[in-house]
C-alpha cells in the first residue's frame, strides 16, 4: 500500500510539475469549474435518490480520486469504457489503490462543452454541463440503476479533451 500510495504522490508531482507551464490562474479556474460540476452532479443525483425515497450519498475523496484517474485516463489514452487501457474494472482501480469497498459501480459519460449540444442547449456552465450528464444517466437504465442503487459514497471525477469533450466518471462505493 506504502509502494502504491508513493506512486501517486509521484504521479500527482510529476503532473504537478509538467502544469506549471500552464498559467496557474487558468489552473484555479478549471479547478473551480471541476469542484463546480462535481458538486452539481452529487446533488443531482441526490434530488434523483430523493425522489424514490433512497437516502443521499455522500461525496467520498477517495472515490473522487478513483473517478477523476479513471476521467482522465479515458482522456489520455483515448477510450471511453469501464474497462480500461490497462483492461482493469473499477474494482481492480479501487483495490490497486487500496480503496476498501464491500460494493462499488461505476458511471462514466461524455457531454461537449458547447453551445448547441442536441438535447441539451448550451452546456458551457457547470449548472448546464452537470443536468446533461446526470439527465442522460437517468434516462439509461443501467445507470439509473447505479443512481438509485443501495449505495453510500459517491466520487466524481471530470476531464476535458483538447476539444472541449467532458469525460466524467461517478463511482458508487459501500465501504
Same mark, same amino acid.
Given at each position: 500500500m506504502k509502494v502504491i500510495l508513493n506512486?501517486?504522490?509521484i504521479t500527482l508531482l510529476v503532473f504537478s510539475t509538467l502544469s506549471c507551464s500552464k498559467d496557474s490562474e487558468a489552473q484555479e479556474t478549471d479547478q473551480v469549474l471541476f469542484e463546480a460540476i462535481a458538486e452539481k452532479i452529487l446533488v443531482k443525483t441526490n434530488e434523483i435518490r430523493s425522489s424514490q425515497g433512497k437516502p443521499d450519498l455522500v461525496q467520498n475523496g477517495e472515490m473522487d480520486i478513483l473517478a477523476s484517474v479513471h476521467s482522465q485516463n479515458m482522456v489520455t489514452h483515448d477510450f471511453f469504457a469501464h474497462v480500461d487501457h490497462e483492461n482493469k474494472t473499477p474494482s481492480n482501480r479501487a483495490d490497486d489503490l487500496?480503496? !476498501?469497498?464491500s460494493?462499488?459501480?461505476?458511471?462514466i459519460g461524455q457531454v461537449p462543452w458547447f453551445q448547441n449540444v442536441s438535447g441539451c442547449g448550451d452546456?458551457?456552465?457547470a449548472e448546464t454541463i452537470s443536468?446533461?450528464?446526470v439527465e442522460g444517466w437517468?434516462? !439509461?437504465?443501467?445507470?439509473?440503476?447505479n443512481m438509485i442503487g443501495d449505495y453510500s459514497q459517491l466520487g466524481v471525477g471530470i476531464a476535458f479533451t483538447?476539444?472541449?469533450?467532458?469525460f466524467?466518471?461517478?463511482v458508487f462505493r459501500n465501504p
Open positions: 506512486q501517486i504522490f487500496a480503496f !476498501s469497498w460494493s462499488i459501480a461505476e458511471n452546456t458551457r456552465s443536468t446533461c450528464v437517468r434516462n !439509461s437504465p443501467g445507470h439509473y440503476t483538447k476539444d472541449s469533450i467532458a466524467f466518471t461517478q
